[in-house]
């Protein structure tokens, strides 16, 4: 969880430093547009992808690989975590080990 997070405040410091104001031509006019009319909706626009998919990874039940209980993962580290197509590497909540954890096929 440590190294999501310092992934993430790293990601954040790119963003914030690779931001300037840009120029915008827009037929014969010339508009400066100020940095934070890009930042704010990327920003919002992020949030909402992130939630999105979170909610959607986390609303299908996965098997862990060592004690073969299934468990719906948290939406916000769904949307974070490591996958290899639909495996994906959660932290099981029967037995607390960390592996890849494929779909379980059963109903919900
Ligand atoms: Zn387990």
Known sequence: MKK????IAVLICIMILSLTSCQVNWFDRHYDVPWWMIAIPVVIFSLIVWIVAGKCIASKKYICPKCNK????????A?????INNNRVFKCPNCK????????KEDK
Do not use: M, N, Q
């Open 97 to 104: 080990t960390k592996g890849f954890c494929r779909i379980s």
């Open 4 to 7: 999501k997070i310092f992934l």
């Open 79 to 83: 949307a974070v975590s490591i996958h």
């Open 70 to 77: 299934t468990f719906y993962p948290e939406w916000w580290s």
